[in-house]
């Protein structure tokens, strides 16, 4: 999963502020359970996107099977090869942290 990180992440360096992550395992069959695909993730993220996973502020972690029928907008290219392709894959997505001092 690092060699896949180190290749997409088009930022250069490791960021140092806090970030919010966003995992989407798409997978067809049986799957792990959403809590148990965060930790290995964030892991191999580290010195790659952010230079430690104690930056992550929030988390959304979802999976979806990719047995059916989709309507998608606003996808990126690599996203629908994914899905062409028929095999599980990860869609991570890391922003900025959201404003820490609003509680919502």
């Known amino acids: 999963m690092a060699t896949a990180a180190t290749a997409e992440w ?3 360096a490791a960021v ?3 970030v ?3 995992i989407t395992y798409y997978y067809e069959g049986s799957s ?3 809590d148990n695909i965060i930790k290995p993730i964030q892991d191999s993220l580290i010195g790659i996107v952010f230079e430690d996973d104690d930056q ?3 988390v959304k972690s979802r ?5 059916g029928s989709f309507r998608i907008r606003g996808v990126s290219a690599k996203v629908l090869a994914a899905f062409g392709e028929g095999d599980d894959f990860l869609h991570i997505k ?3 942290s959201p404003n820490m001092e609003v509680l919502d």
């Open 10 to 12: 088009s930022h250069g």
């Open 16 to 18: 140092t502020e806090p």
């Open 20 to 22: 919010s992550v966003t």
């Open 32 to 34: 792990p359970d959403v």
């Open 56 to 58: 992550v502020s929030d």
């Open 63 to 67: 999976k979806r099977s990719i047995d």
């Open 94 to 96: 890391v922003d900025e």
